[in-house]
């Protein structure tokens, strides 16, 4: 098995070149051109061109770049002569986004020790407001989640220093599970959780960004707190105990913790774009046929890649993925792949890089629609039933543009008959496509379907959307998800959020469930 993984890699690598001298053929920038009725390559092109842009800086749902982005396709849409369907008129659907962060004046101390947030303590945010600690006891309450752990009533009003098992392979179930601490050990006044060790800086930065979240109504007063959640160091729990964590007692009282950790919300503008097509049949066209995508991406961070060679390593894990049984690797397998980065320098220079363009994830699916639309808006002939087209906002950082469009539909829920969301529709060359995996089978028929659909191209029959490459488009209609308690789906498209795909680039793995 190993020497078959060893040819594997290395015909992954005899790839990579020939690859990049193909990517080559296509130019970094795209003079746009006018876009015509029909559905073509070129206008494909020139869209997805000026929609991943480096101008739009990735399309972060509320950043100006995600406004500058939705202006655009309004922009579009209002020249196809579409009518808006947003709101008070007008062609945007407001989804209310906030950004919540740490407030700058949070304290958190012991017998005059400050710790500094970030390097010396890391705070989560529980999205709600959380209990007051000032004068609080630490206590030690043991190792998460072991037996003869320190018992919720005597934990209640105390501050928790909890430890964590560590090491490359903690069973999930011995993992720390913030959620499942918090419901435990509600009645204590605050935890700190020895992991901070275990986070690599990737991890740490992110937790340090503010955090978006949908605020669809105001916040209520809160009947209920939460405890103060950190995660601190070895060190840090030594100050909070006054003796080492490793040979400290269950139960054992500590240090008084005095201060306040607290987290502030800023609004987060960003918008869904909704047009509509009136349909033809004055008896269907109150029905309509919704049409999506998302606008947005998760825009761009500080630390500059290669982008040649980041690209060459994914591929190659791709291509080990396609040959593997499972489609799965194991570590071992991913630690083997090198990349030649002299011999992709070759080809052109090194190019570093820091914004996400999302040019498949969703310009792709975004232009898309943007092309069926003005297809339908310049036919001689009209569908019967109207169409809705939606390119919904804030899919990266949780489906918020689609949750917020599914709750506030701005046509009357019941009159919607059937929705095409459109995701990463760029993928078509042989490494991108794989027989189903049996993870993928247990999901049963509420699985997404790819579906493969040919369009009409300058009169002829057949031609598919984008040269060599499939539509892929999530069919959302199994029987228990689309008029579920009365709604249309909230297209569960994409990667999930925004901090995932970051993660998951810069490679950071820890041993906390969150």
């Known amino acids: 098995m190993q020497a078959v993984g060893r040819f594997v890699v290395l015909g992954a690598f005899v790839a990579l070149t020939t690859e990049a001298r193909a990517q080559s053929a296509l130019p970094l920038k795209h ?20 929609y991943s842009d480096d101008s739009m800086m990735g399309r972060l749902a509320g950043s100006e770049y995600n406004l500058k982005a939705t202006a655009y396709i309004a922009s579009e ?41 970030w390097e010396e303590f890391v705070p989560r945010d529980p999205g709600r407001t959380t209990r007051a600690f000032d004068g609080a006891q630490a206590v030690y309450g043991g190792v998460w989640p072991d037996t003869g752990m320190i018992s919720p009533s005597d934990a209640t009003g105390k501050f928790l220093v909890i430890g964590a098992h560590t090491g490359p392979n ?35 930065n992110f937790f340090r960004q503010p955090q ?80 999506g995508a998302h606008n947005d991406h998760i825009g761009f961070d500080n630390t500059p890649a290669d982008h040649d060679s980041l690209r060459a390593f994914n591929d190659a894990v791709r291509r080990l993925e396609l040959a593997a049984p499972d489609h799965r690797l194991r570590p071992d397998q991913v630690q083997q792949i090198h990349v030649n980065v002299d011999s992709l320098h070759r080809v052109h220079p090194a190019r570093r890089d820091s914004i996400y363009n999302g ?20 036919a001689r002939v009209k569908p019967k039933r109207s169409i809705i087209f939606v390119w919904h906002t804030g899919e990266e950082l949780g489906l918020f543009g689609s949750q917020y469009f599914t709750d506030h539909p701005t046509v009357t829920r019941d009159s919607i008959v059937a929705q095409l969301n459109m995701d ?34 300058d009169g002829a029959s057949g031609a598919v959307l984008l040269p060599q490459r499939s539509l892929h488009v999530r069919a959302l209609w199994h029987p228990d998800r689309v008029l579920h308690d009365g709604q249309p789906p909230r297209l569960p498209s994409g990667d999930g959020r925004a901090g995932v795909h970051r993660l998951r680039q810069a490679g950071a793995r820890v041993a906390v469930r969150e």
């Open 212 to 291: 978006t979240i949908l605020r669809d109504a105001p916040l209520a007063a809160d009947t209920i707190t939460l405890p103060v959640y950190v995660y601190v160091s070895v060190v840090g729990a030594r100050r909070l105990l006054g003796g080492p964590v490793d040979s400290a007692r269950v139960g054992a009282a500590g240090k008084t913790v005095h201060g306040s950790v607290a987290f502030v919300e800023t609004p987060a503008p960003a918008r869904n774009v909704v047009a509509i097509l009136p349909g033809s049949d004055p008896k269907l066209k109150g029905e309509y046929v919704a049409i």
């Open 31 to 50: 003079a746009p051109a006018r876009t015509q009725t029909a559905i073509t390559p070129a206008d494909l092109m020139t869209r997805l061109y000026l």
């Open 359 to 378: 040019a498949d994830d969703d310009g792709s699916g975004t232009t898309s629609v943007l092309e069926i639309a003005e297809a339908f808006a310049g």
């Open 424 to 457: 990463m529709v760029g993928r078509g060359r042989a490494l991108d496509r794989a027989r189903r995996s049996d993870r993928d089978r247990e999901q049963g028929p509420e699985a997404a379907v790819h579906v493969r659909l040919s369009v009409r191209r």
């Open 77 to 117: 849409v209002k020249r196809f002569g579409l009518q808006p369907a947003g709101d008070s008129g007008g062609y945007f659907q407001n989804v209310p986004l906030v950004k919540r962060g740490l407030d700058a004046g949070s304290v958190f101390s012991v017998e005059g020790t400050t710790f500094k947030p």
């Open 170 to 204: 903690v069973p999930p179930a011995q993992q720390i599970n913030r959620g499942a601490m918090l419901a435990r050990y509600r009645g204590a006044a605050g935890i700190a959780v020895v992991a901070l060790e275990t986070f690599p800086p990737q991890a740490i």
